[in-house]
């Protein structure tokens, strides 16, 4: 262990960072040119997108990776195979991120979140998609953050960022629940930033280029703290707690209009009103005219 943390402020995160990076960018830039002839497959089409990650980006991440799921099929495995392999990957980089080493954990944390890509496509291209196949990944999927969570709630166990990491554990259970619970009562709800691929992201980059951001300060600061993890965590442990809310009002708001139980709006489509632009507009107009 020690070992490994001798060596993970330079070679082994600073490294691959330069060499995929070059590689992901020349992809990038091809894919840009054709992309044209690459049908949109459907998670592209159905998933929510953010101003962070667009429908282009996911369209060329799942370019990018279908042949690996190709040799997936070729070596017979199975959807459920490869979202438990994805889900050990995840256990390692928990693992890491207790003991600080994050260029390790992040790169284990978006590979290990790759796998959630690869079982959907070698489902959709060997004709094994099923419901039951689904609920596995879902659930694994809570569990991988889970145990993300807990590793790094172990290293900043004496903390002030512990208060984030425990707010952070909420809010994606809750952005996860909204939509779940939204869907049980026939409201589908994908609005809303910090969905798992935006925490994962943010996580994952945040962790991959912090042992450079350490090497870098330390320079000035004998002992820096990381910087770039504990921003990724403020910034998860605030916004997927304003994401649930606001999936909660939104679904609410929903509910109390197709009910229309009574003519005066409610506190979940007045609060609804006030979030959007014409809302305010709205809003803004009456209180001048009354």
């Not at 990076?21 to 830039?29: F, G, H």
């Not at 929510?48 to 990018?64: E, V």
């Not at 980059?205 to 910087?227: G, K, Q």
Request: proline residues 5%; glycine residues 8%; hydrophobic residues 45%.
């Amino acid at each position: 262990m020690d070992f490994l943390r001798s060596l993970d402020p330079v070679w082994i995160s600073l490294g691959p960072i330069v060499i995929i990076n070059i590689i992901l960018l020349t992809s990038l830039l091809y894919f840009l040119a054709t992309k044209h002839r690459y049908p949109v497959p459907p998670e592209v089409q159905t998933r929510h997108n953010s101003k962070f990650l667009s429908g282009t980006l996911k369209h060329w991440w799942y370019w990018n990776n279908a042949p690996i799921s190709k040799f997936f099929i070729k070596m017979r495995m199975t959807p459920n195979t490869i979202t438990f392999i994805g889900f050990l990957f995840t256990v390692v980089s928990a693992f890491f991120f207790a003991n600080g080493l994050f260029g390790y954990a992040g790169w284990l944390m978006l590979f290990g979140a790759t796998f959630d890509l690869f079982d959907g496509q070698v489902a959709r291209l060997t004709g094994n998609v099923s419901k039951s196949g689904a609920f596995f990944d879902s659930v694994m999927d809570r569990f991988s953050e889970g145990i993300t969570f807990f590793g790094l709630i172990w290293f900043f166990r004496d903390s002030w960022v512990l208060f984030f990491l425990i707010l952070g554990m909420i809010g994606s259970m809750g952005v996860s629940y909204t939509r779940a619970r939204g869907e049980a009562v026939g409201v589908d709800c994908r609005k809303g930033s910090m969905q798992r691929p935006e925490r994962i992201v943010y996580l994952g980059c945040a962790s991959i280029f912090e042992p450079m951001t350490s090497y870098l300060l330390n320079f000035f600061w004998p002992v820096p703290p990381p910087i770039l993890v504990i921003a990724a965590i403020v910034l998860i442990g605030v916004m997927t707690n304003v994401t649930s809310i606001y999936r909660m009002v939104y679904i609410m708001n929903e509910l109390d209009t197709r009910e229309k139980r009574s003519k005066e709006e409610t506190l979940p489509q007045i609060l609804h009103k006030l979030s959007t632009p014409e809302g305010r507009k709205d809003a803004f107009k009456f209180r001048k005219t009354s």
